[in-house]
């Protein structure tokens, strides 16, 4: 088999629910995976033999692709703000809407140059927001919460690949009495309620962590609330909290931060979702 025999496998053979920039961007993806070819390699190599071993690896994430798991799980891999990031089925997969959300804090944590800003992550996952966030701002202090230890695992060995010296701490955060004083309090928690089940991706409910997505129905802002009745005890004068929000919960979640702080911001993601929302002023 050569590059182009497996160009034509992935365009021609992928299940239809890949659109076809997708199956070109998941060819391009396996070709970086098996042969560490960029996409100009693949053009240059097209009618290059691929090694025994080699295929087999390219087999692998064509088998598994038609199984509809993330290829992020098969490559091990996700990019997040230029930065590779390892992941594993016990962490979610890294958003773009994510990358938004640590983008508005750096450009926050910029108008202070010099502080050594002290920053707490809660709902670390892959560890990509307090990581990247450390390598942005050196002279940051940054530290990040789970609950899970396997997540945890991932995380650490991020920031050791990313070398981003950032303190990992395993605790249950809807348990938590208290936190150390912080400027920064940052959390993308789990948001999704079970009837919005039918809206996610088949690939995304079979094979990302429920712990990381889903909440009762009857109590969606769980961990909105806890960390906002957190962060509004413990964060230090002039501190901000950040949330990655549910979109369909702007309105509940600017009403429920209301009753803790003074100044509340709202921002869209880049398909217009209330998706961002920044706290400060908190109401003594
Ligand atoms: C939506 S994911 C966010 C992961 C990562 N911050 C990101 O943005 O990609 C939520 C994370 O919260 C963690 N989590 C769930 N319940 C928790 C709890 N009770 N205490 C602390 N972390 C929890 C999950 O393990 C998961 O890593």
Same mark, same amino acid.
């Given at each position: 088999?050569t590059?182009n025999?497996?160009?034509k ?6 299940? *239809?629910?890949?659109?076809e920039?997708?199956r ?6 396996a070709?970086e995976? !098996?042969?560490?070819?960029?996409? !100009?390699? #693949?053009?240059?190599?097209g009618?290059e @033999?691929?090694?025994i ?9 064509f088998n598994?692709l ?5 290829i ?5 891999q996700?990019?997040?703000f230029g930065?590779d990031f390892? #992941? @594993?089925? !016990?962490t979610?997969?890294?958003?773009p =809407?994510?990358?938004?959300?640590v983008?508005?804090i750096?450009t926050e944590?910029?108008?202070?140059p ?5 920053v707490?992550d ?5 560890g ?5 966030i450390?390598k942005?701002?050196?002279?940051a202090?940054? @530290?990040a919460?789970?609950?899970s230890v396997? *997540?945890l695992?991932?995380a650490k060995q991020? *920031? ?6 950032v303190?990992?701490i395993?605790?249950?955060?809807l348990?938590?009495e208290g ?6 309090i940052?959390s ?6 079970n009837?919005e089940k !039918? ?13 990381a997505?889903?909440v009762?129905d009857?109590d969606?802002l769980?961990?909105?609330?806890k960390?906002t009745q957190?962060?509004h005890? @413990?964060?230090n004068?002039?501190g901000?909290?950040?949330f =990655?929000i549910?979109?369909y ?7 429920m #931060?209301?009753k803790y702080?003074?100044s509340?911001e709202?921002k869209k993601d880049f398909?217009?979702?209330d998706?961002m ?7 003594k």
């Amino acid at each position: 088999m050569t590059v182009n025999d497996y160009k034509k496998r992935f365009l021609d053979q992928l299940p *239809a629910f890949y659109d076809e920039t997708e199956r070109l961007n998941l060819f391009n993806m396996a070709m970086e995976f !098996a042969l560490k070819y960029s996409k !100009a390699d #693949v053009v240059l190599n097209g009618n290059e @033999s691929i090694l025994i071993e080699n295929q087999q690896k390219i087999d692998e994430v064509f088998n598994r692709l038609q199984d509809n798991e993330p290829i992020q799980y098969i490559t091990q891999q996700a990019n997040f703000f230029g930065y590779d990031f390892k #992941v @594993s089925p !016990a962490t979610l997969i890294p958003r773009p =809407e994510t990358e938004e959300l640590v983008d508005w804090i750096l450009t926050e944590m910029k108008k202070q140059p010099q502080k050594k800003w002290q920053v707490l992550d809660i709902g670390t996952g892959t560890g990509c927001i307090p990581i990247t966030i450390k390598k942005e701002f050196p002279l940051a202090i940054v @530290s990040a919460i789970d609950v899970s230890v396997e *997540a945890l695992k991932i995380a650490k060995q991020n *920031a050791v690949n990313l070398q981003a010296e950032v303190t990992f701490i395993q605790q249950d955060i809807l348990q938590t009495e208290g936190l150390d004083a912080y400027d920064i309090i940052i959390s993308n928690p789990p948001y999704v309620r079970n009837l919005e089940k !039918a809206e996610i991706n088949e690939n995304v409910l079979q094979h990302e962590p429920h712990l990381a997505l889903f909440v009762d129905d009857n109590d969606p802002l769980i961990f909105y609330r806890k960390i906002t009745q957190l962060a509004h005890k @413990s964060l230090n004068e002039n501190g901000m909290l950040f949330f =990655e929000i549910n979109q369909y919960l702007g309105n509940e979640m600017k009403e429920m #931060v209301s009753k803790y702080f003074k100044s509340i911001e709202l921002k869209k993601d880049f398909i217009a979702n209330d998706r961002m929302m920044k706290a400060d002023f908190p109401i003594k």
